[in-house]
């Protein structure tokens, strides 16, 4: 007979620190040992069993579901859910525990476990003692409870196992064998011992008994189990029995979308119907022409069809709160593909008129929820929305989405650096010189990386460091939450999935994240902050209190000025199309309408990157490359786009005119594209593909050209809707930069951190167009940066750093009162302790009281050193510190608030630069294609992106502006260190100067050297 055995107690790397193996390679171990069935369960929630449930079925193995709860006074309880009651019970246990519990821990008393038994069995197994098992097994009863027994080569477990024995002896209970399965094979237990040491905070050669004793306990043949249970066979049968009692499965949770309340006499779909031509009047006209009417109803009726009218209700009624309050939201994504939410106002832009297709957004055939996104203004006003959705639905009845925080690079550096006793110096080097940058080298030596740091590459120590780092990448390291999903049910939530608290007040997470939500079929409403739609909202605030209102829904169509610096690639802070990339293709891009602009957005996209799309539109733009199409009939598919497919719903329009694919099926070929579903199926989609091409008469280089095209496109394609949504962005807070150059700046420096640049860089850019920008100060600042002229802006009192937003505010209060006398009177007054008041001094935030920084410093330190209000002020005694050069100032400047308004520290080394032979930034592109150059500067930006094949992009500013070098892979490998920490940075080479853009290859390094101690940190991105 085949040897049968299940395994009752597993957990994955979602156990958090606790177990070292993700769920998929638990499912896959135990399917290739010949488990029939197996139970993951994690401490503290259901973390991994979406992705368990989805690899166990993938592997033919029956998952169970479980997981281990902490209990005061007992110990641990793995707790194995039977039926539906089971799952329930369980979910709102384990919301209860973290509801309870300081965050991060989770603990329920034997009375909650009992309130919530039914469906449950609980094994013994980690209870602390034989007396608590049995208060366990007296409090739920020998029908709910399991006696367990493990072998792991340990003497000492036969002591533990024999009181298991007798108690299942005792009450009649089963006795299960389980293999308290921490990972799936024997080599990840180092990996298991690393986050025991990070768990508990001990270097490695210190934990001693708080590591495992062996490396058992991981998945073992089912022949070896019974081998070890020989004596006890019934355990291996009381595992089996238990399994088949346990038939609850995740296929079909209980979930429902919550119904939009309406009126007696009324559906949801007829409310649906009145609204949508309500909105369409106002959006169309009166008179609904045909195609716009036709398209309104054939959404409706679909929408009928599919039961969802409840759900786009529910969506303009978060539309409705946002308007009735003042909040600026845009939906976008696919369903701005949909002329029914462009008439309820979700959306933006009129699908008709631009031709966008539905089925992007919703089909009969996908036979799942749509998606919509709406966007809305960071911060406080996002969580006003938030928390009408809790309001709304209930606390039990929503929560946000959960986000899984993985190890990457550096994170992995530093804790797994402690582990293994590594000195803090080793430590930050090895940190620096790991890339968090998305691409990796292939066959990238261990010991070079660790010479480049500066270190010993013999150092068995930093090459098990690196080892280990590559080991925990990806590994879960703790939940925290998505940016915007929110879920709601009908009914009770928290009987789908267990809530947490989040680290936000008045918020709860799900433990799940977004692709988990998909494949449990729950339903997700993406409330989206985005930091420019603040930006354009207190920029339109500021315009009006300066009595030039703005509706940013009435903008100047087409305004050449916007275009104009559009071409010029002027866009430093400009939404999407700031970055180096966006810069580098606007000059040779030379939008001019708004079409222009939409495919702009989507133009710098992985998608046509790596479809190796970008140059040939670009060229046949420019019209050095004729249009044309790989057949007739996908001309009026791809005409926008002279030929060249860049948008998703060109992609299945594709599929349909050439295949005759319906919308609904092109929607599921795009899916499988994206989500690499099994090659069989995908092989379907292209020999259908293939057959209709060939029935069109389709030559056989055109039909390859196709397929090839979707291949390559599918996976990364941006929505042309999304980037149409997105394009009305840019437009509106291009126009406001055009225009408004300092209410731009100021709407962006008080919504921080946003964008592709540091507040350093939106100065200087401000400048450079004639801002005036003067420093914080305690007589004139807000706490947020104010326009005080056409061009002219005050930084705030937030920008101090270190300052706070509390002190900024008893400042700005306490001078409304009456105006101040002097920095005592500031100190006193505004409650000043002496490192916040010593930041302003720093910053020169007292001048205006007549004080210079040193002798303002000297003044603080006197009047925090005499008391109380009530006290004698201080004697005027002049300060006896030497006052700071203009360097000093400079270098101030940016240790107390991060930039400087002042001259660029670079325009202090211009001197040295001439020497060098620098060309500064500003002259760049003016110099000709083809020679050797000189650039320096501070380094604001470095990117390393997948889809360039290890190529680096590095943009330096100095006091004129920007200049940019790209690297090749082996010379920046030979220039790691350099060009990974050098702040101040001097790149030669060959220019290359075509088409209005500028770019240095990076040939020779040097680090330049000045006081960069406290200039801001380089964004870099992958």
Request: proline share 5%.
């Amino acid at each position: 007979m085949a040897p049968r055995y299940v395994e009752l107690r597993a957990r994955s790397a979602f156990s958090f620190l606790r177990g070292a193996s993700q769920p998929e390679d638990l499912a896959s171990r135990a399917a290739e040992l010949g488990y029939p069935a197996m139970a993951c369960g994690d401490h503290g929630g259901l973390y991994g069993a979406p992705r368990f449930h989805a690899a166990a079925k993938e592997a033919g193995l029956r998952p169970i579901v479980a997981a281990d709860v902490d209990v005061s006074g007992v110990g641990s309880l793995r707790l194995l859910v039977e039926d539906a009651a089971g799952y329930r019970n369980l979910c709102r246990l384990l919301t209860t525990s973290h509801a309870t519990s300081v965050k991060g821990t989770h603990l329920v008393s034997l009375g909650d476990v009992a309130e919530h038994a039914g469906g449950l069995v609980a094994l013994l197994g980690a209870c602390r003692d034989a007396k608590a098992a049995e208060l366990v097994v007296r409090t739920l009863g020998a029908e709910r409870t399991a006696s367990e027994v493990q072998r792991h080569l340990d003497p000492a477990d036969e002591r533990r196992n024999r009181a298991m024995i007798d108690l299942a002896e005792r009450h009649g209970l089963p006795l299960v064998a389980t293999g308290d399965v921490r990972h799936a094979t024997v080599r990840e237990r180092r990996v298991m011992d690393v986050l025991t040491c990070i768990r508990e905070g001990v270097p490695l050669h210190m934990a001693g008994t708080l590591l495992a004793h062996n490396a058992d306990r991981h998945l073992h043949p089912p022949e070896e189990v019974e081998r070890r249970f020989a004596d006890l066979p019934h355990a291996i049968d009381g595992a089996v029995a238990l399994a088949e009692r346990c038939a609850f499965t995740m296929d079909s949770l209980p979930y429902e979308f919550p119904d939009y309340p309406v009126e007696a006499g009324e559906t949801q779909q007829s409310l649906l119907v009145q609204l949508t031509f309500e909105g369409a009047r106002r959006r169309y006209g009166q008179r609904l022409e045909g195609r716009v009417r036709a398209q309104l109803e054939h959404e409706l009726a679909l929408i009928g069809k599919l039961k969802l009218a409840g759900y786009f209700l529910i969506v303009w009624d978060l539309v409705r709160f946002c308007r009735e309050n003042g909040i600026l939201t845009q939906g976008r994504g696919s369903a701005a593909n949909s002329a029914v939410c462009y008439s309820l106002g979700i959306t933006a832009v009129d699908p008709v008129g631009m031709g966008l297709l539905f089925e992007r957004f919703l089909s009969e055939e996908r036979g799942e929820w749509p998606d919509i996104d709406l966007d809305l203004p960071s911060g406080d006003r996002r969580e006003k929305v938030i928390q009408y959705v809790y309001e709304r639905y209930g606390r039990s009845g929503a929560a946000m989405c959960a986000e899984v925080i993985t190890y990457r690079g550096r994170s992995a550096v530093r804790e797994v650096g402690k582990v293994l006793a590594l000195s803090a110096d080793q430590i930050d080097r090895m940190a620096r010189h790991i890339s968090h940058f998305e691409y990796v080298e292939k066959d990238d030596d261990p010991g070079a990386r660790i010479a480049q740091a500066g270190l010993r590459p013999d150092d068995e120590r930093l090459r098990l460091l690196v080892e280990l780092c590559g080991e925990l990448r990806s590994l879960p390291r703790h939940l925290s939450q998505h940016s915007g999903g929110m879920i709601i049910a009908k009914g009770r939530l928290d009987e789908i999935v267990p809530l947490e608290p989040a680290a936000m007040a008045d918020r709860t997470v799900l433990q799940w994240d977004k692709d988990d939500v998909e494949a449990m079929k729950l339903i997700k409403i993406d409330l989206l902050g985005l930091g420019m739609m603040a930006a354009l909202e207190d920029a339109v605030a500021i315009l009006e209190s300066r009595g030039t209102p703005c509706d940013l829904s009435q903008l100047p169509a087409d305004d050449p000025a916007v275009y104009d610096a559009a071409c010029a690639a002027d866009t430093v802070g400009v939404f999407q199309i700031e970055s180096r990339a966006q810069m580098a293709t606007l000059p040779r891009m030379q939008p001019r309408r708004f079409y222009d602009l939409v495919v702009e957005v989507g133009l710098i996209r992985p998608g046509p990157i790596v479809g190796k799309m970008v140059n040939p539109y670009l060229a046949r733009r420019a019209g050095r490359q004729a249009v044309v199409y790989p057949h007739p009939s996908l001309e009026p598919v791809l005409e926008r786009t002279l030929g060249v497919p860049l948008f998703q719903e060109q992609l299945m329009r594709v599929a349909m005119v050439a295949a005759d694919f319906t919308g609904g099926e092109a929607q599921e070929l795009r899916r499988a594209m994206s989500h690499k579903r099994s090659t069989e199926r995908m092989q379907r989609f292209v020999d259908r593909l293939r057959d209709g091409m060939d029935r069109k008469g389709f030559s056989p280089q055109a039909r390859d050209e196709v397929i090839l095209g979707i291949r390559s496109f599918a996976e990364y394609g941006f929505p042309e809707s999304h980037a149409a949504s997105f394009a009305l962005l840019v437009y509106a807070s291009l126009w406001i930069k055009v225009h408004h150059p300092a209410v731009f700046l100021a709407a962006l420096l008080n919504n921080q951190p946003m964008g592709f640049y540091a507040p350093a860089s939106l100065v200087k850019d401000a400048q450079r167009h004639g801002v005036h920008v003067r420093t914080p100060c305690v007589v004139e600042s807000e706490p947020n940066a104010k326009v005080t002229g056409d061009r002219e802006v005050r930084l705030g009192l937030r920008s101090v750093i270190g300052l706070g937003e509390a002190a900024a505010q008893r400042i700005a209060d306490a001078r409304r009162e009456r105006p101040f006398r002097d920095v005592t009177d500031v100190c006193l007054r505004a409650r000043l302790d002496a490192r916040r008041a010593e930041t302003l001094a720093e910053a020169g935030a007292f001048a205006a009281l007549g004080a210079t920084r040193r002798q303002a410093l000297w003044e603080v330190r006197s009047a925090l050193a005499a008391g109380g209000p009530l006290a004698p002020p201080p004697r005027a005694e002049g300060s006896p510190l030497p006052e700071l050069s203009s360097l000093q100032r400079t270098l101030a400047d940016y240790a107390s608030t991060g930039l400087t308004v002042g001259p660029h520290l670079v325009s202090r080394m211009r001197g040295e630069l001439d020497a060098l032979g620098v060309t500064p930034a500003g002259s760049v592109l003016s110099c000709r294609n083809g020679s050797w150059l000189r650039i320096a500067g501070q380094v604001i930006v470095r990117q390393r992106p997948g889809t360039a094949h290890g190529v680096v992009f590095v943009t330096v500013e100095d006091e004129t502006g920007f200049a940019n070098a790209v690297i090749d892979p082996e010379t920046f490998q030979a220039n790691r260190t350099l060009l990974l920490t050098s702040p101040l940075l001097l790149v030669e080479g060959p220019l290359q100067n075509l088409e209005g853009v500028a770019t240095v290859r990076g040939r020779a390094f040097r680090t330049l050297h000045g006081p960069s101690e406290d200039l801001p940190a380089s964004r870099d991105f992958h």
